[in-house]
């Protein structure tokens, strides 16, 4: 028997500041869904995840808290662990960075790296972000602001280590030359280029003096080893790495095959690691997948807002697999996903309640119902079994194609439609009526093994998404077989139907739920002001020429945070080119191919070297969110009037 092949997967380790919220789980949950499937597909899967426990914003937290760090490190790491086990994650193994032989390789790690010059004693003086435990800059904040989180940074000098990012930086773009899906989605992997490597990389900080929690310095009691360095080399520390000897079991799973991790922190995964590497002489990882964030609304969630959702209250209420459905289907594989107990409850009913869980319970009760449950595989075909027996075959594809790409929503959103194709398939051959005319008996079971044959494919489908419902499913269909082609199962002798998602009453859940939690107070809403600014005469707006133009090119800007450069195709024959303020909410590819308005008569302006020949029209709809006007439906070149 040939060897399986191995898949090493890991996580993002949570920091254990406070408890994970909802969109801190997508990553364990997303993790778990590639881990289940690669499984399925034959591959011998290891899934490790963990908690990131050092660093000076824990040091305060415990200060305040008046306990130790480990204390309430292990509070805190507890509430991890808690939360991924509520939402039915298999994880292999959960490292913490407290771990006693992931502290003593560190230190190892770092003497190494020193003794071979990649490390080097000096001075830091700049910004630092304390949230992020992150050093920038001047040139590397926005708006004099932490580029990552947007929060107010403070001056910070002290001596410190530094890793020579610079040594390995054109050997670290050779690699994304050479490994093109190294990184994704692909514009993550543009923006390490534009914005950090084409720039020129600073050495990075790897140690502090300022504050205690932390490995020690090997060699130097004064400095304790600084979060990236420490965090990072988890992935390797896990399984195995030692400098003076690894286990078989390192050698086995490194490099890994893929790191999933929040779009916050992709710098730190696709520049700061593989540089460690590197230096290291390692390997480094096959991909690095940054996923968008969970909003709630249009917010970030924030204990502030009063907006947080976690994740074990929600499979609590509502079960495990109706959490990590929502989450799987509703995240897009570039865009922010979002998330609010409305739109939960409507998911629930229309895609689980209704449309998977009527269906399976529909066809079970019929197969009860016409065959006392045992259903043999027919000759007879209509054009409708013709139909849905390609409606499979082609989602199987689909689901195929999407899953390997790491592209959940497309995959799940595929699935369900091929359930809505059998529902609407029962209205179609009405097997109702084919159970009254006793000649068309096998036609009636055709249709019935159908039903069931489809099911299968749709729990083998989704097994990695919903597992617990996914083998309930199995159980009612007295049939494991999770072969995805049609007509692999010749005979069926299901069970009793059992409802799998009782359909939820909106208005009663919203209820319990603000009665729970209490409902956050709103914002006071300023008075409406209709003249909010001075008004112009009709002559002053026709000064203004407003025309559709399609975007042909769009590309980050060198050393800016916020400007994105379009090339626009107005219809005047010429190229346009307009510098835009807009790349904190859109990337390139978001963009390319819309059609947008533009003030064409605008005077150029020179934006970081770029003449801007007009502005594009955008509206801010929210606290920091802006939405780029599209009219896709307008030729290029029309007046806007």
């Known amino acids: 028997m040939a060897e399986k092949k191995k898949f090493y997967i890991t996580t993002a380790i949570a920091y ?30 290891y899934l490790m995840t963990g908690s990131d426990e050092h660093g000076q914003k824990i040091e ?35 490292i913490r960075t407290t771990d006693g032989y992931h502290e003593k390789v560190i230190q190892k790690i770092f003497k190494k790296l020193y003794e071979q010059g990649d490390i080097y004693k000096g001075c830091y003086e700049g910004k630092y972000c304390v949230p992020c435990e992150s050093f920038f800059t001047a040139s590397q904040l926005a708006d004099g602001k932490c580029p990552d989180c ?31 899906d190294f990184i994704k989605p692909e514009s993550r992997k543009n923006e390490m280029i534009n914005n950090f490597l084409k720039p020129g990389l600073s050495d990075l900080c790897v140690s502090r003096s300022s504050f205690k929690w932390g490995i020690p310095v090997p060699f130097d009691d004064n400095h304790v080893i600084y979060v990236w360095l420490d965090a990072l080399s988890n992935y390797i520390t896990g399984i195995g790495y030692d400098p003076d000897g690894s286990s078989e079991q390192f050698k086995k799973l490194w490099p890994a095959d893929l790191h999933v991790i929040g779009k916050d922190i992709v710098r730190f995964h696709t520049i700061y690691w593989p540089i460690i590497l590197m230096a290291l002489g390692l390997p480094l990882p096959k991909q690095v997948l940054g996923h968008p964030w969970l909003l709630v609304g249009e917010d970030k969630m924030s204990k502030s807002r009063g907006n947080v959702i976690y994740a074990d209250e929600m499979a609590g209420r509502f079960g495990a697999d109706a959490v990590r459905y929502y989450l ?73 194609k999407y899953m390997d790409i790491y592209h959940n929503a497309d995959a799940c959103g595929a699935v369900m439609n091929f359930a809505k194709r059998c529902n609407k398939y029962i209205d179609e051959t009405a097997p109702w009526v ?34 617990d419902s996914a083998k309930a499913i199995s159980q009612q269909l007295c049939c494991g077989d999770t072969t995805l082609s049609f007509g692999a199962v010749s005979e069926y002798s299901v069970g ?30 300023a008075q409406k002001n ?49 510098a835009s303020g807009i790349a904190k909410y859109y990337t390139p590819e978001e963009l390319v191919g819309h059609t947008v308005a533009v003030v064409s008569n605008l005077k150029p ?35 806007i009037r």
């Open 16 to 45: 254990t500041s406070r408890k994970p919220h909802i969109g801190n789980a997508y990553d364990i949950v997303l993790a778990d869904m590639i881990a289940r499937y690669k499984r399925m597909m034959g591959f011998d899967v």
């Open 60 to 94: 305060e937290y415990a200060k305040a808290a008046n306990i130790t760090p480990k204390e309430y490190v292990d509070k805190v790491s507890g509430e991890i662990r808690a939360v991924w086990d509520s939402l039915n994650t298999g994880y292999d193994k959960f």
């Open 150 to 180: 947007g929060r107010e940074v403070v001056d910070a000098k002290e001596e410190a280590y530094f890793l020579k990012l610079s040594k390995y930086q054109d050997r670290l773009l050779e690699y994304y030359e050479q490994n093109p």
């Open 328 to 400: 799987l289907s509703e995240m897009p594989f570039t865009q922010d996903g979002t998330i609010t107990y409305e739109s939960f409850i409507a998911k629930y009913n229309a895609d689980l309640a209704n449309t998977l869980g009527n269906l399976v319970n529909r066809s079970v009760t019929m197969a009860g119902k016409y065959f006392g449950g045992r259903v043999k595989y027919g000759k007879i075909s209509s054009e409708f079994d013709k139909e849905l027996i390609a409606s499979a075959e082609n989602t199987v594809a689909e689901y195929y």
């Open 434 to 467: 084919l159970a009254k005319d006793e000649n068309r008996r096998a036609e009636l079971e055709n249709v019935i093994y159908n039903l069931l044959e489809s099911i299968r494919i749709i729990s083998a489908m989704l097994s990695p998404v919903i597992p």
């Open 496 to 525: 009793s139907p059992t409802p799998l998602f009782a359909r939820l009453d909106a208005e009663k859940v919203l209820a319990e739920m603000e009665k729970k939690t209490g409902k956050p107070e709103e914002a006071p809403k």
């Open 530 to 578: 209709i003249i909010s600014i001075a008004q112009i005469g009709i002559e002053d707006f026709a000064k203004i020429e407003l025309k559709a133009a399609k975007i042909l090119k769009c590309e980050t800007v060198p050393k800016s945070n916020k400007l994105l450069k379009l090339t626009l195709d107005d219809g005047s024959g010429d190229e346009r080119t307009v």
């Open 605 to 639: 302006a020179t934006l970081c070297g770029i003449v801007s020949n007009g502005m594009i029209l955008a509206a801010d709809c929210a606290e920091d969110d802006v939405r780029v006007l599209f009219i896709d439906n307008i030729p290029a070149g029309s007046k």
